[in-house]
DNA sequence: TTCTTAATATGATCCATGTCATAAACTGAT
DNA sequence: ATCAGTTTATGACATGGATCATATTAAGAA
């Protein structure tokens, strides 16, 4: 998100983490802003009962864990490494220095974080809703919408393990969910890929 | 959060609205920043049964609504008037153009959009957790951190009805759940009252 | 005050999803 | 090619919260 040569202006360190390593913990206070050069990095919540859930993913040039800085506020989610990962890390003060320097990189963060806004809306809406199927699928239409091109059928490119993350619906009903959506006719099986 | 003196250079309109009265519509496209004058908005989903989930609730002095402005993107849910409310509203293009012309407002926004994140995060968080004791104890500790005052007994000033709106749990599970942690000692009954 | 509506309350019943167990299929690493 | 770990799959069963019905209490409006 902020371009390479600019944060390089502002002494940011660089992080290279091996895969499923946790780079900050849930109720941690934050200290720095993150943006990942290479690799990936989830946002999860651990239940009590060792279930995970996924506030978020992040792919290389995206930042993440943003918000509890402006608070200085514990972080609501760990962050951990989905392969090995390499990011940058700069200091709270030279990110808040940096936005104030460069008002458009400020107003592109906006941009960012409301389109995350919106995502965590569609998420609480349908979590509210209790109904597996109607979840299940209106997530895949966000999806296709999202990502997909054009009328092509649209290759859901998750796990069914993935989906439970995200969803908060357990891996099992998932599957028997998906297996009756495909027999409804709202998704397509590909061996076990779904499409849509 | 924009100071009237501020925002009333950029022309807003003055709008009044009565009770229980829809601004805009989960689906419409957003035109303009509003930000109320006094009266209270919630942002609210309807299941496809007719209940009610809430996204948020606003007041006084604040603004809602702004995260799709900067997708065009169409809104997560409805605005609705809680009582008589008055409000500002303010074409998108004066907002970005406002924002462009005050920095320190535009950070102020910020702070506030990733304050929501947090909330957001959290609520998913629980829902992800099916117990109703645990969403609905920490949901309550959560408004003790942001509203209440030392360790004085905290009164919960909502309705059970309510809790059942902003949670996402049946009216008749928050009564039963509450009454449990009533008797565990989690939360104290004055009347109908709920303290923790 | 009276009326209307919303909130609270409680019991009975239902059922979708969670849980648990087990196994096969697949994937990636060594 | 082999092994370990993950994903997918399926059945049996349990259960917590949803649903439905009904009634009481409280709050706000006329």
């Known amino acids: 998100m902020i371009p390479a040569e600019v944060i390089e202006k502002y002494n940011p360190t660089k992080l290279k983490l091996p895969a499923d390593t946790f780079l900050f913990m849930e109720g941690d ?3 720095f802003y993150y943006q990942i050069i290479s690799g990936q990095i989830k946002m999860i919540n651990i239940n009590t009962d060792g279930k995970e ?10 930042s993440f864990g943003e918000p509890p800085i402006f608070h200085n ?5 760990s962050a951990k490494t989905v392969g090995p990962t390499v990011l940058y890390k700069l ?4 990110f ?3 936005l104030k ?5 400020h107003l592109e963060l906006t941009s960012i974080l409301t389109k995350r806004m919106m995502y965590k809306a569609m998420i609480m809406k349908e979590m509210s809703n209790h109904d597996a199927q109607h979840r299940i699928l209106t997530f895949i239409d966000y999806l296709k919408k999202e990502y997909g091109t054009n009328n092509e059928p649209f290759l859901v490119n998750l796990t069914r393990q993935q989906l439970s993350n995200l969803l908060g619906i ?7 969910t998906v297996k009756q959506l495909a027999e409804n006719g709202e998704v397509e099986l590909r061996g076990r890929k779904i499409f849509r």
């Open 101 to 105: 320097e460069h008002p458009d990189l």
């Open 96 to 98: 808040f220095q940096l």
């Open 53 to 62: 859930f996924m506030q978020g993913q992040f792919g290389g040039g995206q």
């Open 170 to 176: 357990r891996v099992e009903t998932v599957i028997r």
């Open 73 to 77: 506020a514990p972080y609501p989610a």
């Open 91 to 94: 200091h709270r003060d030279k």
């Open 29 to 31: 206070l934050p200290r």
